[in-house]
Structures are given as C-alpha cells and as structure tokens.
C-alpha cells in the first residue's frame, strides 16, 4: 500500500509541488543603536549607554556586535582616546567563559570571535595612541585567560608603546590648542628646527596700507637667510612656493616657502694634503668674523631646487596675505626685497583672481564687422 502511494506520488508532475520558504528568512532584523538616538554626545552618555547594555541581559547576548558599533562611535563621542571608555568595552565580554581548558583550545584561538574582537579593540587603541594599564591586563585575564590571544597583543603594546611615545623630539601636548596662531606657530618652529638660530615672529597685515586681507602671520627667518637674501642676485627672481602641509597630530597647517637662487658649486683643485698654507677660518657667517658666506655651500637652508630665505603661515592662505609677508619682510631689514622680483607660484588660485578672455566676445565681432 505505501509502495503504491509512492508511485502515485512520483508520477505526479513537479508543476503541482509548491515549494515555500520560510517566512523568517526574507524577514530583516532591525538592529537597535543605544548610540543614536543620545542627545548629548560625550563620554558621560557614551557609558551610560555601555551600562543600559549590561544590565539588559545577564548572559550578554550580541557582545561583540555591540562592541564594534560601540568602537565605530568612539570619535563621535570624543573618547576615541580615552581609556577608562575602553575598558568600560571590555568589561562587557563574559568572564571565564572564554579562557581555554587545554593547550589544544589555547594553540587554536578558543572563541576566534571574541577574541578578534578584543584585538581589534586593542588595536585602536594602539591607533590612537592610548597606552594601557594594569587594570586593563587583568580585565583582559580575566576574560581570556593567560594564554589568550588578547593578551599577548596587550604586553607587546605594553613594551612598544612606551619606547614610541617620547621618541619625536618635537614635543607636542595631549591636547592640541584650538587657537588656529597657536597651532601655526607650533608648526613653523617644528619646520624651521633645523636651524637654531631661527627667529619666529607674529605680523599683522593691518600693518600693511594696502592690504585686503585682515589676519595674522607667522613668519621665520635667521641671520643666515638675511644674508643669503641680500646676495641675491637683481636680475634672479624670487619664487613663493606653497601650499605645503605639516601635520600636527590630526590638525594640518599649511605654510610656505620663499626661495631664491641656488648658488654654484665651488670646484676646489687644490691639493687637500698640502699644510705648507693654512689659512685662518672665516668663522660664523654674520657673527665672528667676515660677513659674508663662504663660497662653498654649506647652510642647510641651499637644497638643490632653491635657497630657502624665509617660511611663513598665515590664517587664510591666501595670495593677499602672502603679498603682505613679502612687504613686511621688506619692512623689517629685509631691504633687498624693494630691487628683487617676487614670482608667487601657488597650486590653487586665490578668490580674487580674475579670469581674463583670450578669445573675443560676441559683441566684439559685431562691432569690428561694423
């Protein structure tokens, strides 16, 4: 009898057979955001948000799915560099749970997911600067175990970061100013540390009579640089180049440079052996002795593009402003620049460049066929 309900069944054609499929998978999840809908963003709200998650459920279901959005909204929330906010993150993985019980568990990666994502934590930390602490190795211990991977991402942060961090010789705070003449200075005597004679100073275009654009510059310049501008050949002009790009942390400051003629090399024949005729140094250029450069280059301040005779920053970059700077370098014992040509070659046209046509208008046709 089964035999023959069978045999009815497979004659049957397949145009009677309905497939259906189930109605839970063309149902989308909507996935609740505890970091959307804050009105005030910052780091008190960004853990009273960790907490609502803990306290919702004791087994902590959606833990690492929660900790990536949770690590995506850090800037947001302007705690992407604060560490209390990062251990509030791994305080939310389970404890104990996820520590391997043997050396087969803890060779291959027990909970790859959990584990990924504790690393990946860690690894934005790294990004960002923020260097760990005790605490933070025995909350991660107690997650994962001694021989997690986690842990060993921990101590080699732990025993990198520390020789990385003092390592710049240009310090700079854990805040950055916000003051936009603070931060242009802070990056002009980074630029012109090469020199230790450069002299910083803060001009005002207003100075100027004939200015159009109202702001601040910061301009470097050595005893050096005011002698190789003075050597400066009439017939040579000056190039304004720029805008380049100094980073201070995440700030960009922009500045520029003011260069003049390379001078030539200087071939020495002479037999370098021969002591029979020392002749005296010539000292400092501009302070112990001559005050003239010697004739072989030897201030870092000649590259081979050019002689750089001055740096500048100004608050709006733009080509009325680096106008100003010139004629304030005039101004302040640069009495050269009155005789020299000045060449800007800026990478983007300021505002107040006007376009002139090459080719005639319609109206001009008319009026010559008239």
């Known amino acids: ?67 990536y959005a949770a690590l995506a909204r850090m800037k947001e929330f302007g705690v992407h560099k604060d560490l209390q906010a990062y251990k509030a993150l791994v305080d939310v993985l389970p404890k104990g749970k996820f520590i391997p019980s043997n050396i087969f568990q803890a060779e291959f990666m027990h909970y790859p997911k959990q584990q990924q994502c504790a690393v990946d934590l860690l690894e934005q930390m790294e990004d960002n600067k923020v260097m760990p602490d005790s605490e933070l190795e025995q909350m991660l211990l107690n ?112 500045y520029f440079t003011l260069l003049g003629k390379v001078r030539p090399e200087h071939k020495d024949d002479s037999d370098q052996d021969d002591v029979s005729n020392l002749k005296k140094p010539s000292g400092i250029p501009g302070f112990i002795g001559q005050t003239t450069l010697p004739v072989v280059k030897c201030t870092v301040h000649e590259q081979d593009d050019g002689t750089i005779v001055a740096v500048c920053a100004t608050g709006s970059s733009s080509r009325d402003s680096l106008l100003s700077w010139i004629r304030l370098l005039e101004k302040y014992d640069n009495s050269v620049l009155s005789n020299l040509p000045v060449i800007f070659t800026l990478t983007a046209p300021s505002n107040d460049v006007v376009v002139q046509e090459t080719q005639p208008t319609a109206e001009d046709v008319k009026r010559v066929q008239n």
């Open 1 to 67: 009898m089964a035999t023959k309900i069978l045999r009815h069944i497979l004659r049957l054609p397949s145009s009677r057979f309905m497939y259906r499929r189930w109605e839970s998978s063309n149902t989308k999840v909507a996935v609740y955001d505890p970091f959307a809908n804050k009105p005030k963003k910052n780091k008190d709200t960004y853990l009273e948000a960790i907490k609502m998650f803990e306290n919702q459920d004791n087994r902590r279901r959606g833990h690492v799915e929660f900790i």
């Open 143 to 254: 997650v994962f175990g001694k021989r997690g991977i986690p842990l060993r991402k921990f101590w080699r942060m732990l025993y990198w970061m520390p020789k990385f961090k003092n390592l710049s010789p240009w310090y700079l705070p854990d805040e950055l100013p916000n003051d936009t003449l603070e931060l242009a200075k802070m990056a002009i005597h980074r630029i012109t540390s090469v020199d230790p004679t450069m002299k910083i100073e803060i001009w005002q275009t207003e100075e100027i009579e004939a200015c159009i654009d109202k702001t601040w510059i910061v301009s470097a310049q050595s005893e050096t640089q005011k002698i190789l501008l003075a050597e400066q050949p009439p017939e040579e002009p000056l190039v304004v180049r720029g805008p380049y790009e100094v980073y201070l942390k995440e700030q960009v400051v922009t």
